[in-house]
């Protein structure tokens, strides 16, 4: 019962994340609110209190055991004092970061077969309000309650085994009351996309094609069918520019064209 009322009171002072948090990020050294921290995709953290006079006295304070043998690519997300991390494939976990106490664990059930190339990882969550999200190895966006990892919501983004395969390693990136995912892919004779979706309910907003489909602005810039099967996957997490309301977002595997 007291292990119960004290994963209560960190959920209850952590909780929510709001928008406005988000875009104070840099102003809360102590945290790691998303994947790169801030919008602006640095990945800097402002603590001293480790440095190079320092470092050779750190040890070992707790050690989380993932149990599981592909490589683990996450970035956990830190909320005054809850570590909310991802194993692969698509477990997660809540974890005290004070003393690595598991507070929750969600597990997704992929099919036997995915499309990855490079393992069967998964890079992070994004977190919004009460509310964690993660991508998939077949392809779905998952939103789950922050406090207890009870499932909110699961959509569905693309057919995971359309031309050779699809998946989503990446972490999102949650954007006021949208989360924004993108896919991997490249590798096969796949074409990219970006999509948003609304952070309460799942329902798919917009997509942005990163190879001109018919109909679209640019269309015929990639010569004869090589539209349907360029790549361009967005497999990796993008940066944000408030002030603008703009999104930027790498891509890979371009076919030759």
């Given amino acids: 019962m007291l292990a119960a009322a004290s994963a209560?009171?960190?959920?209850?002072q952590s909780l929510?994340?709001?928008?406005?948090?988000?875009?104070?990020?840099d102003q809360e050294p102590g945290n790691w609110l998303m994947y790169s921290n801030?919008?602006?995709?640095?990945?800097?953290?402002?603590?001293?209190?480790?440095?190079?006079?320092?470092?050779k006295n750190l040890h070992v304070k707790w050690l989380f055991q993932g149990r599981h043998q592909q490589k683990f690519e996450t970035t956990p997300?830190?909320?005054?004092?809850i570590m909310y991390l991802t194993r692969p494939e698509n477990d997660v976990f809540a974890v005290d970061a004070e003393t690595g106490r598991v507070l929750w664990v969600y597990n997704h059930k992929n099919p036997e077969r995915t499309y990855n190339c490079c393992g069967r990882v998964n890079r992070g969550l994004a977190i919004l309000g009460n509310t964690l999200f993660m991508n998939t190895l077949d392809m779905h966006l998952i939103a789950l309650d922050?406090?207890?990892?009870?499932?909110?919501?699961?959509?569905t983004m693309y057919d995971y085994t359309a031309a050779g395969g699809y998946?989503?390693?990446?972490?999102?990136?949650?954007?006021?009351d949208k989360v924004i995912v993108g896919m991997a892919g490249g590798e096969h004779p796949t074409s990219g996309f970006l999509d948003a979706y609304d952070a309460a309910t799942g329902k798919r907003?917009?997509?942005?094609?990163?190879?001109?489909?018919?109909?679209?602005?640019?269309?015929?810039?990639?010569?004869?069918?090589?539209?349907?099967i360029g790549g361009v996957s967005t497999w990796n997490t993008g940066s944000y520019d408030p002030e603008t309301n703009t999104l930027y977002w790498g891509t890979s595997n371009p076919w030759p064209d």
């Fill in 16 to 25: 929510p994340v709001t928008y406005e948090r988000l875009l104070k990020a």
């Fill in 77 to 81: 997300l830190v909320v005054d004092g």
């Fill in 146 to 155: 922050a406090r207890s990892g009870r499932e909110l919501w699961k959509t």
């Fill in 205 to 228: 907003l917009w997509r942005f094609n990163t190879i001109p489909q018919p109909g679209e602005p640019n269309f015929g810039t990639w010569s004869g069918d090589s539209w349907k």
């Fill in 8 to 12: 209560i009171s960190l959920f209850a």
């Fill in 38 to 55: 801030t919008y602006n995709g640095w990945r800097y953290s402002r603590l001293d209190q480790i440095n190079t006079q320092n470092v």
């Fill in 167 to 176: 998946a989503a390693t990446g972490a999102p990136l949650a954007l006021k």
